[in-house]
């Protein structure tokens, strides 16, 4: 069963940029998809971005697209995701996972995805 770890989050100023880093132990995660999410308490967690497990195939969404980006090193084991011009709307936890077998995880949906990890806070201030 892999586990997913999440770092690299932190309290950042409106406009700056952190990295954050998902790392797998226990399995081996370049044959799946890996997605972002983040999530607020009291709501639903929502996409961020999503990759191919070759990498050649990325997703974001909206509030998001030309401001951050998604990447992995399969030989690593690792899933990055860049975030520049932060907003303080970017605030919350933000979580990774794989694929879920079966889904269409490009669509953005939780649904399709599982192995979440433990999460990292993002903070952005005015």
């Known amino acids: 069963q892999v586990q997913l770890v999440e770092s690299g989050g932190g309290l950042v100023q409106a406009g700056g940029s952190l990295r954050l880093t998902c790392t797998a132990f226990?399995?081996?995660?370049?044959?799946?998809?890996m997605g972002w999410f983040r999530q607020n308490a009291g709501k639903d967690r929502e996409f961020v971005a999503s990759?191919?497990?070759?990498?050649?195939?990325?997703y974001y969404a909206d509030n998001v697209k030309g401001r951050f980006t998604i990447s992995r090193d399969n030989a690593k084991s690792t899933v990055y995701l860049q975030m520049n011009s932060l907003k303080p709307e970017d605030t919350a936890m933000y979580y990774c996972?794989?694929?879920?077998?079966?889904?269409?995880?490009?669509?953005?949906?939780?649904?399709?995805?599982?192995?979440w990890g433990q999460g990292t806070q993002v903070t952005v201030s005015s």
């Open positions: 226990g399995g081996d995660v370049s044959r799946f998809a």
């Open positions: 996972a794989r694929d879920r077998p079966g889904y269409r995880w490009y669509e953005g949906s939780p649904m399709a995805f599982q192995s």
């Open positions: 990759i191919s497990y070759s990498g050649g195939g990325t």
